[in-house]
């Protein structure tokens, strides 16, 4: 399910990590992780001179997502590169905001709630794995 744009026309690339995710999550439905929380994110993805919105309702588990620009419990803030990498499980949120590379404005809890339903780092190759591979 893609989600709409709203506002403004924007171009959205329905091909980064961030889209990906996004249109992903809005799949979902109903999200058991979430399932006792309620309140919006707002990810404002900036990218040059424009910025693109990702906004995200949880309401018991459910989800929706849309592209509007909309007052939100909370709102992050960051550049494409950084945002597209945090929604790719490459970059860690909570390591991304101490370093000042997004900025997080209103209620953390609810934030910190929708972090869980980002994707985790991509797993390491072990050395086993690779001696197996490289052996005749």
């Keep these: 399910m893609s989600p709409k744009t709203t506002g403004s026309a924007k171009t959205i690339n329905r091909e980064s990590p961030t889209s990906l995710f996004f249109s992903s999550l809005a799949s979902r439905g109903f999200e058991p992780m ?3 929380v309620t309140g919006s994110v707002r990810f ?3 990218d ?3 910025t693109e919105n990702w906004f ?5 588990g459910e989800i929706a997502v849309s592209n509007r620009s909309a007052a939100a419990d909370v709102v992050v803030r960051g550049g494409r590169n950084t945002i597209d990498e945090i929604t ?3 970059k860690n949120a909570q390591a991304a905001l101490l370093r000042g590379a997004i900025t997080v404005e209103g209620n953390i809890e609810v934030l910190a709630q929708l972090l869980r339903l980002l994707p985790g780092p991509p797993r390491a190759e072990s050395s086993d794995d690779s001696a197996r ?4």
């Design 88 to 90: 790719a499980g490459v």
């Design 44 to 46: 404002d993805v900036v």
């Design 56 to 60: 995200v309702t949880m309401k018991r």
């Design 34 to 36: 979430v399932r006792n």
């Design 48 to 50: 040059g001179p424009t």
């Design 133 to 136: 591979r490289t052996k005749p």
